[in-house]
Structures are given as C-alpha cells and as structure tokens.
C-alpha cells in the first residue's frame, strides 16, 4: 500500500529557485499533503541536493515527496515516488527501481483509455489536466471536468492539473478530484502559505 493522504493540494514546485526549501516549507505551512518536486534543469548535483534537503522537509512533515519524471533522482534521495507522464520510465520499471511501497503517479492527460492501462500496470494515481490554460504549460492537451467523473469507475485517487487556482478549484473537487496539483498559484504567489490554505479550504 503506498502511503497517499486522503486528499488535498499537491504542491508542484517551479525550480530552479533560490528559496526552494523556504518556499516549500510555506506551502506545507499552508496545509499542502503532497510535495512533487519538479525541475528540467541538467545540472544533477544542484537537482539531487535539492531533492534530498526536500525529502527530508517533506519527512519532517508527514508529507510524501514526489520527483517529477526522474526515477533515478527519486531513489537516490530517498523519495517516497515518482511521477510520471509519457515518454517516462513505465510504471513497472519505476515500480521495480523505487520498490512495493513507493508512490507512483502518472498522467493521463484527457484519456480515460490511457487511464485505464496505467491503473491495471499498477499506477497509485492518475493525473488528468490540463482543466485551465496553464502558464506552467502552455500547450498541454486540453481536458474536461467530465473525465474526472468517469475515472472514478477505476477506483484510483485523481488528481487535477492545470492553471488551476483558487477561482476555479471547487469545480474540480466536485467533478471528484481527490487532489490539486497546483504550481504558478502556489509558488508565484507573494504569500505561499495563504495561499495553499485557501486552495486547501476547497476541499471543505
């Protein structure tokens, strides 16, 4: 059994950033129940001890800690999962690398079929998104609250993505997303932790 919270806001960082840690701390101030560290950078030392120093936040927490795409990075810190998209390592290699109890999330986009592969591989969560335009990423396949719905016969939590903010979030909770995954509305905000707690707040 991996070790998903009930529900809440999945914090997605915006790295590279100077105050990482500090930001990160914020948005767990705020009442967030996941943490996905996230940064295409290349240069690997900076990446690892970023993730351990997160890893270690998250622990302190009582929150798990995700690494975007990179299976590798997340058994070298001690990650409690990985996510991963298309063109990712598969949910059975991640499975096998990071181990029986380690979290593994993937994205399913707008497709119920892909979805539904990913859940019979193995997959802990399916991610669908993007629901709004999303400055983190602009070209993302559009989705609809709908599919959020139907999902919900695989019997697996899902999580929400996309230009998702605190305007727009109840819609998404009522369509049945378990979690918001939530960037530029966590981490571009002037007060971090205010602003978890009221994307947190829409789920009650």
Request: some cysteine.
């Amino acid at each position: 059994m991996s070790r998903l919270p009930d529900h809440g806001v999945y914090a997605i960082t915006d790295g590279p950033r100077d105050d990482l840690v500090e930001a990160v701390r914020a948005a767990l101030a705020g009442g967030a129940r996941l943490v996905q560290y996230r940064d295409k950078g290349t240069d690997r030392a900076r990446r690892e001890t970023e993730a351990r120093a997160l890893a270690s936040l998250c622990r302190d927490h009582g929150a798990p800690l995700i690494v975007n795409d990179d299976v590798e990075l997340a058994h070298a810190v001690g990650a409690d999962g990985v996510h991963v998209g298309a063109g990712d390592a598969s949910v059975i290699e991640a499975r096998a690398r990071l181990g029986p109890r380690a979290i593994i999330g993937v994205s399913c986009y707008n497709s119920i079929e892909r979805a539904r592969q990913l859940a019979g591989a193995g997959a802990d969560y399916l991610a669908f998104g993007a629901f709004f335009p999303s400055p983190s990423k602009p070209t993302a396949r559009p989705a609809d609250p709908g599919v959020l719905c139907e999902a919900r016969m695989l019997g697996l939590p899902l999580v929400a993505i996309g230009g998702i903010n605190a305007d727009n979030a109840r819609l998404l909770v009522d369509a049945g997303a378990d979690y918001l995954a939530v960037i530029s509305a966590v981490f571009g905000a002037a007060d971090i932790t205010a602003a978890t707690r009221e994307l947190a707040s829409r789920f009650t």
